[in-house]
């Protein structure tokens, strides 16, 4: 355990030093308060809470941006360290390879934590003071926000470790990653929307389609934040949901089932590369 | 005596290419050994199966009676691979305690350790602006902390200046004297500026010896070269004795093995005021390495 807060604790620093944290809280900040001030122009229309319906786009902000951070922050992580040499010296030391894995997860979720709390942070706080019509339950929902977002990068680190740990070249390793996310949050969604224009009443729409969106772990995320807001914010993609056989709540649980095969598919990989 | 590394009859073969052919060496504590062996002879592989790292095809290695990469041969061993680059952004002394920690030593090790590779002045400065020397020293700092019972390093003195490696050397010596053993690779013998126990030189994965240098010295049975200073008159008559060949109208320089020598010496003297001057020269470590390291045909081919 003391060898997993060390490798956390090295990956923080060097996170910190190498100025990703405050590159990403930036782009997380900038993007979210465009949002926060395109949300706040008076509507009208919607009897919702001010930052509830900010917290709507900002959810769909991070299905984009986050897993982005995330696989970038992941994809060099053992690749890398095999190019620099570096992985030799770290496992001629005493310290299992799932050590490494989970102290170098550890590390890289506390980065990406800094990042969406000081970028939704700060964006989120603006939009509370400045907006019309704000109140606590706007506060909880942007906390919900963040926290899943959290969550959300955990699955996208954990799955950039299996490209980072299944190539040599860290080269190769930012081009699987650059793929994965190309694949799971654009193409995916493209063609589920494809197939549902096709037959929107259709067997597919009716009976597999909710679960192929659960099976991605950013719709997954976008499904579970955009149902549990309350029930005033107009969302479009809720109504895709009706057909779920669980509990929309429970979406939530398809970051994290991917984060966990994520991590034990890497730490299966790593246990055969050689340094 | 209890050996700390034992290898015996390592082989290892990567698809076409044979790596290492039955290699068998062992090191006591406190002992220095040099792998030398040219380009591609294997060294590095080697290490790295001593590290647990690569999987050898046959043979048997332990380190104190544990197998290689195991977490209790791990506590022993420190390595230092032939290139490795630092994050950039962080500071010798952020570096070295963080493998610190992961050795379990305690951090009041830190900077004692820099102290012995001389980067105290430089410890609190990112190592993105360290020299390359000082790169080479960092990392040997990383394998010295925690006194390891063996360390292995890979080509340590590439890059550092001739009194940082003298500094090296001292440094080495004082490391073996407290019962660290040292497995060192390099590419010469006159690199090595005899500051090891003992020196293995690996030749296309074989090991072609393993002992002492004085030892190899003799074993290679290279000749001796003399050269005599004569005078422009004497110089015929010193030719028709020894041989050779005549240089500079009044010197002969001729070779002859090492158990003629003193009695050439004394031939040599016998010729009184004929001789003006004898030089005479043993041959290099350079030479005895080209000996062992080279193969037959290259031998040939180079004269
Ligand atoms: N991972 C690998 N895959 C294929 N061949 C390899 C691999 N590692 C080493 N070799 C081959 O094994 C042989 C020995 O290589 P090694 O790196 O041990 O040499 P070396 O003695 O360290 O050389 P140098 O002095 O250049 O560092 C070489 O022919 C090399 O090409
Ligand atoms: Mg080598």
Known sequence: MRSVLAIAQYEIQIGVRNRWVVLASVILFVFALLLVLLGSAPSGATKADGLSVVVASLSTLTVYLVPLIALLLSYDAIAGEIDRGTLQLTLACPVSRGEVLLGKFLGHLVVLAIAILIGYGVAGAIGFYFGENTDTTGLVDLGRLIATSIALGGTFIAIGYVASASVRQTGTAAALAVAIWLFAVVLYDLALLGALLVNPEGAFAKTIFPYLLLANPADAFRLFNLTTLDAGVPTGLAAGSSGLPISTHLAILSPFIWMIAGLAVSSLILRRVQP | ?303
């Not at chain 2, 073969?13 to 050994?33: M, W, Y």
């Not at chain 2, 019972?149 to 490696?165: A, F, I, K």
């Not at chain 2, 041989?243 to 002859?256: D, L, P, Q, S």
């Not at chain 2, 005479?280 to 180079?302: T, W």
Request: hydrophobic share 40%.
């Open chain 2, 1 to 303: 005596m209890k050996m700390i590394l034992d290898t015996s009859g390592v082989s290892k073969n990567f698809k076409s290419v044979e790596a290492l052919r039955d290699v068998s060496i062992s090191i006591a504590p406190g002992e220095r050994v040099a792998l030398l062996g040219h380009n591609g002879a294997g060294k590095t592989t080697l290490l790295r199966i001593v590290l647990g790292f690569l999987r050898m095809d046959e043979g048997t290695v332990e380190i104190n009676g544990h197998a290689p990469g195991s977490a209790a041969a791990r506590r022993l061993v420190s390595y230092l691979p032939e290139s490795v680059a630092f994050p950039k952004m962080l500071t010798g002394r952020e570096i070295v305690s963080y493998y610190a920690k992961l050795k379990g030593v305690a951090k009041d090790e830190v900077m004692p350790t820099l102290e012995k590779v001389d980067l105290v002045d430089a410890a609190d400065r990112r190592c993105g602006t360290y020299s390359k020397g000082m790169r080479q020293r960092l990392g040997l700092a990383q394998a010295l902390v925690g006194q390891p019972q063996l360390l292995l390093l890979d080509e340590p003195t590439t890059g550092l200046d001739p009194v940082s490696r003298q500094r090296f050397y001292t440094l080495l010596s004082d490391i073996a004297d407290k019962g660290t053993a040292v497995l060192l690779s390099s590419h010469g013998l006159s690199e090595l500026e005899a500051k090891t126990d003992r020196v293995a030189i690996l030749r296309d994965g074989r090991l072609v010896a393993d002992a002492p240098l004085p030892e190899l010295q003799l074993a290679a049975k290279l000749p001796i070269r003399i050269r005599i200073q004569s005078t422009t008159e004497d110089v015929e008559q010193v030719h028709n004795r020894f041989g050779g060949k005549r240089i500079n109208g009044a010197a002969v320089e001729f070779v002859c093995a090492q158990p003629e020598k003193m009695e050439r010496l004394s031939a040599i003297s016998e010729l009184g005021g004929a001789v003006t001057d004898v030089d005479v020269s043993s041959p290099s470590l350079d030479e005895v390495y080209r000996y062992f390291s080279l193969r037959d045909e290259q031998k040939g081919a180079d004269k």
